[in-house]
Every structure is written in C-alpha cells, then in structure tokens.
C-alpha cells in the first residue's frame, strides 16, 4: 500500500493501463471455460452472442460462431480435452496444470508468456484441430467430410509395414511385397480444413494495446497455436486395408487418419516441445526472429520455480503435495517439494481379498485384509 501512495497518479493509472493489456492478451484461449458448459446445447447465433457477452468469446471469435455455429460443440470438447490432456501430463510437476481450470479467469502464469502458457496455447490448438476433424469425419460439420486424398502415391509396402497402424496383418509379407496395386479411398481425415477452421476460431483479436510487448506476445501465442495445429498434421497415421482373394492383398485402400487415442497423441508430442522451448525477445517491432522453427514452443518470460505460492507471478507452490518417496525424477520428494522436506503418512486399509469361487452356492467368498499404504507429503 505504501508504495502505491508513493507513486503519481499518473502512473498508477499507466500501471493499471499495462495490467489490464495483459489481461487482454491472455484471453485467446478463454475460450476453454467452454469445457464446463453442458452439453447437448444447440448452439445458435444468440447463443454465441451471449458467450460473447459473458467474455468467454472474443468478438471475432463470436463472430466465427455465429458464421458456424455447428463447430461448437467440438470445440467444448476440444476445451475439455485441453484440460485433460494439461493436467494428466503434469501431474507430477510443480506446476500441475490445475489453474488451467480457472477459466477464463487466469492466474498470472498463463497471462505473462510463460513456458506453460505455450503448452495450454498449443495444446488447445492441437485439440480444436482434433475435434473438429472428428466432427468432419463423422460427418457433423457443414464446411467439411472427408479429405481429398493425397496426390502422390501411397507409400512403397515396406514403409506401410513400419507403420504402427498398419490394419491388415493377416496379409502375408510375401503378398506385401509383391508390386501390388493401392489407392486412396476411404474417409480420409480432412485435418487440412479443420485446421484452417480452428486457425479462424483461435485466432483472436489482435492485441488492443498498443504497446510493442503485447504484439509481441501476440504474435508468440500465435506462433504457439500454429506449432500446436501441426502436431496434429504430423501425428496422423497412414491406414490401409487389404483387399483381393484369401487376404492376398492385391489391392489396397489407404487413408490418412487421426491418432486413435485422441488429441493426447499430439499432447505427448507438444510436452517433449515444452522441455525443449525457446525463449524469445522483442527485437524490431512485433515480428518474430525468423530463425525460430514452425514446431519448437516459444516463450517470452522465465516461468518461476514453482515452489512457493506467489500470487503475482501465478505459483501455488507445493507445499501438501503428494510425491514420490522413492524416486529421483521430477515426481520425487526431493524436487517435488524444493528441498523443503516431507512427511510421511500411512493408512490402515481393510480391502477383500484371498476370494475363492464356492462352486456349490454360485457365490464368492473372500477373507479382510488390512493393507498399509504409505504416502508421502511436501513441508
Ligand atoms: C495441483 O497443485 C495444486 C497446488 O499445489 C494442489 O492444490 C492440487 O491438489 C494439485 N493437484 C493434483 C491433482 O495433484
Ligand atoms: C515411485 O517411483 C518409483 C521409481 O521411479 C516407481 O517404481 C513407483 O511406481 C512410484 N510410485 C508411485 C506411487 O507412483
């Protein structure tokens, strides 16, 4: 409070202009408080008019609504998605991903340009793409089916073999080998539109400060979405299936096709990027140094340690947080909590178990056991 008195009006106003700048700038993914919306919702131009009124859409993004209102409810799940996918691959992080959930109102870290800000920004990116695709595929969306096959030829056999999701195994490798006839068919998944769809929707507003740094960060969010849409692009897999006599496979039909376990596919991709980030400074204006590669995460503020809260800068802290007693890696005591020192808690728990199956009476018999179970606690 002191400090506040101390400093002119005019600059207190300044300070509050700054802050409210950022804020600003953070909100192209306050969208995802979409996830906790119902579903079964028909959405319907008011409707996206209202989500604009209550700030969990921009104005182009409402306008994006409305232009398509039928792209909605992938979008909810794409949010959801987002979240999931967050918190499951940093549950054992100091930072855990739980104020991902505050949307749309965010803490600071995911405000400031942060590491994890561009893993939430990809992220969400690379399960809009995935929904939506979905949605195109399964034939909800109006502006999109299935993709227009490839130009080039399906690749040779061999490549087909290391595929992972190579659907005919039954053919023989000899059949495989032989030159043997392939085209494209299929429901391709038409991930090229609905990764333009996904551009429009995240797209944003450009920042409404002036100020060089928030164009900046702009333009990093962006470049953050961008990296995070073509995770998807690059996890898809080729499918084929194999047709002809007795499996003999002298005709193939292949496609390109989402990741079947969902937008986590690129979620694993997108957190080996977040190790491996850049950080990026202003130079000239809002541009980004050419330099960078389309798929590397950029940030433009040092996340802090995460060990103790600190409102300002977005950090919970770990103190009460379960670790592992017995590891050495980032879910371990000893990182986990700082340095700090843990407690170690047991539990009494009484489960069935020694169950045996009474063939007489049709019916199960089981002994009480008491187990220990032992937990560990950051100080
Ligand atoms: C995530 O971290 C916060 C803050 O330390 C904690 O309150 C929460 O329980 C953690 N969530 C999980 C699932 O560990
Ligand atoms: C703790 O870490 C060890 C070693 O990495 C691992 O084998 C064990 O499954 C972990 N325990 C829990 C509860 O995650």
């Excluded at 937008?263 to 330099?291: D, H, M, N, Q």
Aim: charge should be positive.
């Amino acid at each position: 409070m002191r400090v506040i008195k101390c400093v002119k009006t005019s600059e207190v106003v300044l300070l509050l202009l700054f802050s409210l700048s950022i804020i600003q700038d953070g909100s192209c993914i306050k969208w995802l408080a979409l996830g906790k919306t119902s579903d079964g919702r028909v959405w319907t131009r008011e409707l996206c008019t209202s989500a604009r009124s209550s700030g969990l859409l921009e104005r182009k993004q409402a306008r994006a609504c409305r232009a398509a209102p039928d792209v909605m409810p992938s979008l909810i799940q794409a949010a959801r998605d987002t979240s999931f996918v967050c918190q499951q691959a940093f549950r054992n992080r100091r930072w855990n991903c739980s104020s991902i959930e505050r949307a749309p109102y965010y803490t600071p870290e995911l405000l400031s340009g942060t590491r994890e800000q561009a893993f939430v920004y990809a992220m969400s990116a690379a399960a809009a793409v995935w929904r939506l695709a979905r949605g195109c595929a399964l034939g909800n969306l109006a502006a999109c089916s299935c993709a227009t096959p490839p130009r080039r030829e399906p690749p040779s056999p061999s490549a087909l073999i290391s595929s992972s999701s190579f659907i005919s195994r039954s053919a023989s490798f000899d059949a495989m080998s032989a030159r043997n006839s392939f085209k494209w068919g299929g429901c391709g998944d038409d991930v090229r539109s609905a990764s333009r769809m996904a551009k429009r929707f995240l797209q944003g507003s450009s920042p409404t400060g002036s100020g060089s740094t928030s164009k900046f960060l702009h333009a990093v969010n962006m470049h953050n979405n961008r990296a995070g849409r073509r995770a998807v692009e690059q996890s898809l897999t080729l499918e084929c299936k194999c047709h002809g006599v007795s499996g003999s496979c002298s005709v193939r039909t292949c496609w390109r096709g989402l990741d079947s376990k969902g937008p986590a596919a690129a979620g694993v991709r997108l957190f080996r990027k977040y190790a491996t980030a850049a950080e990026v400074r202003p130079k000239s204006g809002s541009r980004l140094p050419p330099l960078y590669h389309h798929d590397n995460l950029l940030y433009t503020t040092k996340s802090p340690d995460y060990c103790l809260p600190d409102k300002k800068r977005g950090s919970l802290g770990t103190v009460g947080r379960q670790c592992n007693g017995s590891s050495a890696g980032y879910e371990g005591c000893e990182y986990l909590c700082c340095g700090r020192g843990h407690v170690t808690k047991t539990r009494e728990i009484l489960e069935r178990c020694e169950c045996k199956y009474i063939s007489c009476c049709y019916s199960v018999k089981c002994k009480t056991c008491k187990n220990i179970i032992t937990t560990y606690e950051c100080n």
